[in-house]
Each structure stands twice: as structure tokens, then as C-alpha cells.
């Protein structure tokens, strides 16, 4: 164990965690009818994947594994809400059915993870054992034959707690648990560049004038100026969203004391935009939440899983440590103004080298936030396998059965981790029932 000078947070970006690979499971050189995950389970039998149910028939042959040679499912086995499944048949579109020649549940493959996250809860052993936190949506173990290395005030592992960042470098067991083999922990400090742009970003939200406008020029260089974005009046779709919204601030945030530069200001505000298909987030805290989305999804746990994914957004302070991201993704180096609000599609013309990188690292910031969202969610007490179900209807036309549409990567993000760290996770409400509701729009 060893000191080391604070880790530069936005400099840290490309630790972000990656959303786990998943090998393609094949039998002969056919690839499978459909690769997805379990989206209901009620039995072994009697489940679901990628929306479409499974029809058994005498001669469906159920094979465990991800390479050569396949071995049977182990009798009596079930299939869980989440699992990565190939099957192999005939697919009804109209039933929304695939009658199974060959299903094959993909085995589990350790894989290395590093990242760089805040620790928002630490799991009490129920004996003496290594220290558990979850940090970036996982629970990561700190064995003492770890490398661990701690930066000033914190010098021992007796002094992590809630609010503190660790850097972690490990490999996931079949629990879903990460071993880590190195770690390093630092305090949740605001540098002056940062408190800097949490004073640029905020505002009111309330308070802007319903007659207020983009301006095009500025939009399509800089993105959308929050401050120019009216306020939707609706109070009680507003109240609704409050609710929801507090209810998912961690306790540890709550704690907090208010002259705690690290402790965020969460202000819900509902926007009018039907461009959007998430809510939009500013590094002070302020959530704006498009009444479109609002409408889309079917229940509370579909909008605490928007919110929470916001939240989580703030937590991991992630639109500052991409500021020099913005910045190389722009020719002129105007989008390092983080400000602004860019929106995939709105804004932000980039060369085309540019745009994949972009694409690339939203995509990772996108895995985080919906991994930390669940810890979010559970704990708040929403049903997590609502979670996926809510970005599966937003990129969903509404008069399509979900089956019919393409999971997009944020609930594929969202099974996996369902699948992999929370059907193991203590006390998850998991756990209470076996059973998932269908699938519906």
C-alpha cells in the first residue's frame, strides 16, 4: 500500500468501463435464428427471449455452453431474467413466438474489467473477510493481496466509505462479484475548474421564460443552450417527476452536509421536445425531463429508470471528465463548452473519424450510467427488470409490439448486468418472485 498524487478525474476517461463482450454461440457454421437475453421467465419452460416466447417442442435439444463440444443443461436447471441465450428454430413474427429446434444457455466468461467510478454503497461482511463496495454498477472485492494505493487525507482501507472514488482493475467471477488485483482510492475533491463549470451550469430551470429560443447558428455549433429551454407546465406530471426523482437521490448525497462542494443540487424540470429520447443532464444537477418520455413509458419504475440513469449521469460527473473529449471531437475546439447540451443527430457536425469516436464514447459513458442506475434503482426499492423494458419502449415506435423492435445497447447494457451482477446480488428484489411480467407497449 503506498500514497499517490490525486488522479486527475476528466483525465480518467478512458478507464470508463467497458460493457461486457459476449461471444455468439453456433452449432456448425449456422449462425443462431435469435442471440438475446431472457426477458421473462416464469419456469424452466416457460420463458422468453428478446421479447419472442419459446415454444418447446419433442425434439428441442437445450445445451449449456459457448464453445465446442455443447453439454446438456443440467437438469433442473432454470433459465434466469437476463441470461444470454442462442436459439436456433423457426420464428413466428405474428405471435411473437419462436418455435425452438436448439436453445443454447451461453456460459459465463470471466473477463478483465478496470474503471473508474464513486463509491455509492459499501456491503458490510457477515464475517470478517475483504472489504465490498459497489462502484460502476458492480460489486468490487479488495482482497488485502490486492495493490491498493491511496491519495491524502484517506490511508487505509478502514477510511472508504460512500462519496469516494476508486480506480479498480480486476476480474468478474461467475457471481458477478470483481476480484480486484489493484485499486487505487481518492477523495471526492472539487477542483477550481470544476466548481468553475458547476457554477456555469447552474441556473433556474423554472424561471426560464416560456417564449424563449435556440439560436440555430449557436445550436448547430455549440449545441442547445439549457438556459433557453422553457419549462413544460404540467403539476402533476411536474410533482410526479419530483417524487420520482428524489426518491432516487442516494442516501449518501442526502447525508451530505449543504456546504459540501461535493454534494449536488438535483433539480427535475419537465421540458416540451420530441426529439428527445432520454432526459437531459447538466453538471449542477439540473434534470431536464422531456414530457414526450414522460408519456412513453408505462409505469414508475420505467421513468425512475430515465431519472436514475440521469442522476447517475451527475454522480459520476461524466460530462466533466469528457470536457477533453468535446474538445478533440471539435475542429475549432468549441465543444470543450460543456454548457451546452449535445444531443445525438442535434448539432456537433464532426468529421467522420471524429463522429465514431464520439459515437464510441458515448457509448461507454452510456454503459456506466446504466450500470450505476441499477444500484439506484434497487435501492430507492423500483423493480429493476422494469429497467431495460424503459429504453426498449423509447426507441420503439408505440404501435409496435416491443418484440418487433431491436434491443437497443442500453437495455442489452441493462440485461447483462441484470443477468450477471444483480441475480446474485443480497437482498435484490430479484429475489422475491421467479416470475416476470410479459412484455408490453
Excluded at 478483465?112 to 464475517?127: E, K, M, N, R, Y
Excluded at 477550481?192 to 435556440?214: H, I
Excluded at 414530457?291 to 466533466?320: F, G, P
Aim: one cysteine or more; proline letters at 7%.
Amino acid at each position: 500500500m503506498r500514497m499517490v498524487r490525486p488522479l486527475v478525474v476528466f483525465a480518467s476517461f478512458s478507464a470508463l468501463i467497458s460493457v461486457p463482450g459476449n461471444s455468439v454461440a453456433q452449432t456448425g457454421a449456422t449462425d443462431p435464428t435469435v442471440s438475446g437475453y431472457v426477458t421473462r421467465i416464469s419456469t424452466a419452460s416457460d420463458f422468453d427471449v428478446n421479447g419472442l416466447h419459446v415454444i418447446y417442442g419433442p425434439k428441442t435439444r437445450t445445451l449449456l455452453g459457448s464453445t465446442d463440444p455443447y453439454a446438456p443443461r443440467i437438469t433442473g436447471g432454470e433459465a434466469f431474467f437476463g441470461e444470454r441465450v442462442d436459439l436456433y428454430g423457426k420464428v413466428d413474427r405474428k405471435k411473437h413466438q419462436i418455435e425452438a429446434a436448439e436453445i443454447i444457455f451461453c456460459k459465463f466468461k470471466p473477463e478483465i474489467f478496470s474503471g473508474f467510478a464513486v463509491i455509492d454503497h459499501v456491503l458490510s461482511p457477515s464475517t470478517p473477510g475483504p472489504l465490498i463496495v459497489r462502484a460502476d454498477g458492480y460489486l468490487i472485492q479488495i482482497k488485502s493481496s490486492a495493490r491498493i494505493d491511496y491519495v491524502d487525507p484517506i490511508s487505509s482501507l478502514s477510511d472508504i466509505r460512500t462519496n469516494v472514488w476508486i480506480a479498480y482493475h480486476g476480474t468478474q467471477n461467475s457471481d458477478g462479484i470483481i476480484i480486484a488485483d489493484a485499486v487505487t482510492f481518492q477523495p471526492n475533491d472539487i477542483s477550481n475548474r470544476e466548481g468553475n463549470l458547476l457554477k456555469k451550469t447552474d441556473y433556474d430551470p423554472a424561471k426560464v421564460p416560456d417564449d424563449s429560443k435556440q439560436n440555430p447558428l449557436r445550436e448547430a455549433f455549440l449545441g442547445l443552450d439549457p438556459k433557453k429551454i422553457p419549462p413544460y407546465q404540467d403539476a402533476v406530471m411536474q410533482a410526479r417527476v419530483d417524487r420520482i426523482g428524489s426518491s432516487l437521490i442516494p442516501d449518501y448525497q442526502h447525508n451530505l452536509r449543504d456546504d459540501d462542494p461535493s454534494k449536488i443540487n438535483f433539480r427535475f424540470q419537465l421540458i416540451d421536445n420530441p426529439k428527445f429520447h432520454d432526459a437531459l443532464t447538466l453538471p449542477s444537477g439540473i434534470i431536464l425531463v422531456p414530457r414526450q418520455v414522460v408519456e412513453r413509458l408505462s409505469n414508475d419504475s420505467q421513468l425512475a429508470t430515465v431519472i436514475a440513469d440521469n442522476i447517475a449521469t451527475a454522480l459520476e460527473k461524466q460530462d466533466y471528465r469528457m470536457i477533453p473529449a468535446y474538445a478533440a471531437m471539435s475542429t475549432a475546439g468549441v465543444a470543450a463548452d460543456v454548457g451546452s447540451i449535445f444531443v445525438p443527430g442535434l448539432g456537433l457536425a464532426t468529421s467522420a473519424a471524429n463522429y465514431a469516436a464520439a459515437k464510441s464514447i458515448r457509448t461507454g459513458i452510456l454503459g456506466q450510467s446504466g450500470r450505476v442506475s441499477l444500484g439506484l434503482l434497487h435501492d430507492a426499492g423500483y423493480d429493476l427488470q422494469q429497467a431495460p423494458i424503459a429504453w426498449w419502449l423509447l426507441a420503439s415506435k408505440p404501435s409496435k409490439n416491443l418484440a418487433d423492435t431491436k434491443i437497443p445497447p442500453r437495455a442489452i447494457n441493462l440485461y447483462q448486468t441484470l443477468g450477471i451482477v444483480w441475480r446474485n446480488y443480497p437482498a435484490t428484489p430479484l429475489h422475491s418472485s421467479g416470475k416476470t411480467a410479459p412484455l408490453s407497449n
